[in-house]
């Protein structure tokens, strides 16, 4: 199974790096600052004359958050990102008919677009959602990234359909000191303290037609776009690849080591990858289970023993003890936050594992 790490230089460094040196230079910071411990140089990075890791991508983020010290500087890189200067794939998005197409293409082509989450998108009766993974592990920069990518997506869904969607917004995180510029840049509807980074709109919103779409020149585009993938490398991070595969065996309580004999790797060596993204093994079964949790309970309306046999547990206060490990939560009390906070909303995380 292949993957990328994060110290592997797989980012052609004239999409991100650039967007976050274009807009310090608007604000007069110097490209000394942004680009310290990068071991990269501000002319290579504009002519795209070069490949970044996700490490230096991180870095130079953190710098840029540093040196701006505003609220607001998450949001404002979020404004940039999208469609982006990615070629077919940002005139794909720039064509788009509808929401559903935009969508389908930010999660086929996220390697490009949003590397350092990845998107994952299901449709629901009432509502569908679009929640955000971590593709190489930044704790310390989780909640600045999950703002900028989610102001990235209202941002150019408000321009393409020409309007403002109603999205709703839940955060894996305390409630951010600054919760009025969430409101301004996604709006009301927040709900912190959730157990994923989610954003969840009316399924009726999907296929209203934009005005800006064009079918034949969005057709032509994705077909480029298709093109321009099969020669990029469109090769995962690792805690994609990662949550991919114990989603798959979730059922098979999967282990460490094989984890890593998929992976063609020691369990040693598979522990060290994982150090180095910021997380370890139990960690990301832990994960993995809590949002197949969440779905059967909410999706399929499955008791807690139902649950427990899902996951493998031999019994169900085994389970549950278990889960408010993982939550600090019990199912039941979990399961009434969210119909306080969210009425008549069907929390479905859309995993169907």
Same mark, same amino acid.
């Given at each position: 199974?292949?993957?990328?790490?994060v110290?592997?230089?797989?980012?052609?460094?004239? =999409?991100?790096?650039?967007?976050?040196?274009?807009?310090?230079?608007?604000?007069?910071?110097?490209?000394a600052?942004?680009?310290?411990?990068?071991?990269l140089?501000?002319?290579?990075?504009?002519?795209?004359?070069?490949?970044?890791?996700?490490?230096?991508?991180?870095?130079?983020?953190?710098?840029?958050?540093?040196? +701006?010290?505003?609220? @607001?500087?998450?949001f404002?890189?979020?404004?940039?990102?999208?469609?982006?200067?990615?070629?077919?794939?940002?005139h794909? +998005?720039?064509?788009?008919?509808? +929401?559903?197409?935009?969508?389908d293409? +930010?999660?086929?082509?996220?390697?490009?677009l949003?590397?350092?989450?990845?998107?994952?998108?299901s449709?629901?009766q009432?509502?569908?959602?679009?929640?955000?993974?971590?593709?190489?592990?930044?704790?310390?920069?989780?909640?600045?990234?999950?703002?900028?990518?989610?102001?990235?997506v209202?941002?150019?869904?408000?321009?393409?359909? !020409?309007?403002?969607?109603?999205?709703?917004?839940?955060?894996?995180?305390?409630?951010a000191?600054?919760?009025?510029?969430?409101?301004?840049?996604?709006?009301?509807?927040?709900?912190?303290n959730?157990?994923l @980074? #989610?954003?969840?709109?009316?399924?009726?919103?999907?296929?209203l037609?934009?005005?800006?779409?064009?079918?034949?020149?969005? @057709?032509?585009?994705?077909?480029?776009?298709?093109?321009?993938?099969?020669?990029?490398?469109?090769?995962?991070?690792?805690? @994609?690849?990662?949550?991919?595969y114990?989603l798959?065996?979730?059922?098979?309580?999967?282990?460490?080591?094989?984890?890593?004999?998929?992976?063609?790797? $020691?369990?040693? $060596?598979?522990?060290? =990858?994982?150090?180095?993204?910021?997380?370890?093994?139990?960690?990301?079964?832990?994960?993995?289970? %809590?949002?197949? #949790?969440l779905?059967?309970f909410?999706?399929?309306? =499955?008791?807690?023993?139902?649950?427990?046999?899902?996951? !493998?547990f031999?019994?169900a206060?085994?389970?549950?003890?278990?889960?408010?490990?993982? %939550?600090?939560?019990?199912?039941?009390?979990?399961?009434?936050?969210?119909?306080?906070d969210?009425?008549?909303?069907?929390?479905s995380?859309?995993?169907?594992?």
């Amino acid at each position: 199974m292949r993957f990328h790490q994060v110290a592997d230089t797989c980012l052609p460094a004239q =999409y991100h790096a650039a967007q976050i040196l274009a807009y310090t230079r608007s604000r007069e910071v110097d490209d000394a600052f942004i680009l310290r411990g990068s071991a990269l140089d501000a002319g290579s990075i504009t002519q795209g004359q070069c490949h970044i890791s996700p490490q230096q991508y991180l870095l130079l983020l953190g710098n840029a958050l540093q040196a +701006l010290r505003s609220a @607001d500087s998450s949001f404002m890189l979020g404004q940039q990102m999208l469609p982006g200067h990615f070629g077919s794939v940002s005139h794909a +998005l720039l064509q788009a008919q509808n +929401l559903r197409q935009t969508l389908d293409i +930010l999660c086929l082509h996220s390697t490009r677009l949003c590397p350092l989450l990845k998107p994952r998108y299901s449709v629901g009766q009432d509502f569908s959602i679009l929640y955000w993974m971590d593709s190489y592990g930044a704790p310390s920069l989780r909640p600045a990234i999950v703002e900028m990518h989610m102001t990235a997506v209202v941002a150019m869904c408000r321009w393409l359909s !020409g309007r403002r969607l109603p999205w709703r917004f839940c955060f894996n995180r305390s409630t951010a000191r600054h919760t009025e510029q969430h409101e301004v840049h996604l709006g009301g509807e927040l709900r912190f303290n959730c157990h994923l @980074d #989610a954003m969840l709109i009316p399924t009726e919103y999907l296929d209203l037609p934009w005005p800006r779409g064009n079918a034949l020149a969005a @057709d032509v585009a994705l077909q480029q776009a298709q093109q321009d993938a099969r020669a990029a490398d469109e090769t995962p991070g690792l805690l @994609d690849a990662v949550y991919d595969y114990l989603l798959t065996n979730i059922r098979c309580t999967p282990s460490l080591e094989q984890l890593a004999a998929a992976f063609a790797v $020691s369990p040693a $060596s598979m522990k060290r =990858y994982l150090a180095r993204h910021g997380t370890h093994f139990q960690a990301e079964l832990d994960q993995v289970r %809590t949002h197949v #949790a969440l779905y059967l309970f909410q999706s399929r309306q =499955y008791d807690n023993e139902a649950v427990a046999q899902h996951l !493998g547990f031999h019994d169900a206060n085994n389970f549950r003890r278990s889960f408010k490990r993982w %939550t600090g939560l019990t199912p039941s009390s979990l399961k009434e936050n969210l119909m306080q906070d969210f009425p008549g909303l069907n929390f479905s995380v859309g995993i169907q594992a």
